[in-house]
């Protein structure tokens, strides 16, 4: 039977990738010459647009081609080239080309052709601006792209990496209801407003996200991507964006104008802009681990084969489950993706990058990717990723990207996904529950997120649900969370795993989960809409699904108005105890102790000797997961105690003091002693 779930679990994570990218040309008919290409020429120079008022370059890499054709448009659909111009074959298999003439605003093409094959146009691996439908470039202006006051625009501080509290965002989904109270709704401007209200009177947007208290938000894939036509945007059209078209490029259906690229490349910089003024760092869904198409993808138009793994009959390999997956230990493949994250921390002030099945990737381009981030840009930029495949892959285990390689992968942090089933249960199966919901089995996986997959010699790791062994070097190399995009929401889960518990026991649960999540140690990461009890209506895998069941319902804000203020109270504990945010291993093997109190459904620990310079001389939590309320002072020093946390509240400052410690069923304790 076990053997049975792991193999339905596989079938189901592949299931679920296909859907989210929505791949309609599968390609596996395909046979490459593999052997060749790793003769291929290598460049490592500068590649794509380089634009002048007397004077644009244009630059792209294609060592089989015979002849490459730029094509120059006056617009960005239709219609047919004012110029068309044969590129020069120049160094190391790129193609070059200078036209003196000022082509601001232009639209451009390359065609190649291999032997007596000639492929579709493309914009271009390289290319950064695009007009509808990003079919082709746009030669535009960067430096006339930048907001008022953007030269003075500096990330907001993170002293390290365990300060970080990740929220992930839908750009649509985080303004798009009626209620939202944003003009520009399910734009990039419209998290440019501040003063938007709901019709309740709550913050909303972007005001929102500074009240509830985190310091990163997470944009899901906000590139240039398939399956939205930018043409028709006064009609129904959703999906998550992990379909990839031009990696280089904002999405022109979040900007107000998608047939000119300089607007959605303003757009994205002034939403960088304004949450970096509410305090706020910016974080992208990266997808570089397959592409929305495969022979008529951006790639294959430009170098067949090259950019993808093949499996052994010749045939695209299917790691991700949406028919191709790229080869990011190929020369070409590592350098653009390297390059690719560096043009967007650099033009586009972004702070981290969160990386799309990263099991796909091998550990040393992104160990090299996080090195030049740091190194070039700055080291406080965050890189984090799924440790997993939805597939098998050529690539070697040992190479891959994988949680289990995190230690081969200095500067990049993996999801926890042993945290997140233990508190709730499986993400794959119903009816399957965790910690919170009264499973006996999972203590020590509480206990290994507790101390962020990290080495303590008080953890069982026999006894981890999924993994037999710490992975994480370090905390700031693990993602602690419970709930994402993908899956159920956890009100969702944690309903239709118990079908018939009251609103208030899911409510119980709910925050129980929160607080394990925000008082562990790591990166804590929370789904938006959890602060306020968001529901899908149960849907598992909402990527293509309307706005009326992606959207963020701020009603639920005014629902449920006491569980936002008990996560803005978690967040504050947080952010007023740096001893939650241990930035060490060493440093949580010395001051944190778990206790044993016999009880499979009561984890409990201290943390002491004011560790990493946290003001309380001793803090001690608490998770009770039973029903019925547990008084637990043996466990701890007597004398009085400060109350932060109960489960009904939250507040850094203390809810009250006691030496009589009772945790309630279903919740909580969080104390300190100062």
Known sequence: MKNFRFWFLTIALGTLAFNA??????????????????????????????????????????????????????????????????????????????????????????????????????????????????MRGQIVDLASTNPTGWDKDKRPPLKNLTDAILYEIHVRDITIAENSGVTNKGKFKGLTETGTVSDKGLKTGIDHIEELGVTHVHLLPSFDYKTVDETKL?????????????????????????????????????MVQAFHKKGIRVVLDVVYNHTSQGDESNFSLEVPGY???????????????????????????????????????????????RFDLMGIHDTETMTALAKRLHDEVD??????????NAGDSPLPEDKRALKANTPKMNGVAAFSDDIRDALKGSVFYDDEIGFVQGNKELVEAIKFGVVASTQHPQVDYSKVNYSKSAWAPQPTQTVTYVSCHDNHTLYDKLKVSQPKATEKDLERMHRLTSTVILTSQGI???????????????????????????????????????????????????????AFRMPSTEMIQKHLKFIDTKDPLLVAYTISGNANGDSAKEIAVVYNANKSSKNVSKFFTKGKWKILADGNNANSKGIKTTSNLVVNGVAPLVMVKE
């Open 524 to 578: 804590p990461f929370i789904h938006s809409g959890a602060e306020m009890m968001r529901t899908k209506g149960g849907e598992h895998n909402s990527y293509n699904k309307p706005d009326a069941l992606n959207k963020l319902d701020y009603n639920w804000k005014f629902q449920h108005k006491d569980v936002f203020e008990y996560y803005q109270g978690l967040i504050e504990i947080r952010k007023a105890h740096p």
């Open 21 to 134: 990218c929505q791949q309609k040309n599968m390609d596996g008919h395909n046979d490459f010459d593999t052997s060749s290409y790793n003769n291929y020429p290598a460049f490592d120079g500068q590649l794509g647009v380089d634009y002048t008022k007397g004077k644009t370059s244009f630059k792209m890499w294609s060592p089989t081609a015979s002849t490459v054709t730029l094509k120059l448009y006056d617009q960005d659909l239709g219609g047919t080239p004012f110029k068309t111009v044969d590129m020069e074959a120049t160094e190391k298999g790129t193609w070059s080309i200078s036209i003196n003439e000022d082509l601001l605003g232009k639209y451009y093409t390359y065609q190649v052709r291999i032997g007596g094959k000639e492929f579709d146009e493309t914009p271009g691996i390289y290319t950064v601006a695009t007009g509808a439908n990003g």
């Open 379 to 388: 080291p406080s930029i965050i890189i984090y990723g799924e440790g997993w």
């Open 307 to 353: 950019y993808y793994r093949q499996n052994a009959e010749g045939g695209y390999s299917n790691a991700s489950a949406c028919g191709n997956e790229t080869a990011s230990e190929r020369a070409m493949m590592r350098k653009y993706m390297i390059e690719s994250v560096l043009y967007w921390a650099e033009e586009y002030h972004l702070d981290g990058f």
């Open 234 to 270: 006064d009609q129904p059209q959703y999906n998550w964006g992990y379909d990839p078209q031009n990696y280089n490029v904002p999405e022109g259906s979040y900007s107000t104008n998608p047939h000119d690229g300089a607007v959605r490349i303003k757009e994205f910089k002034e």
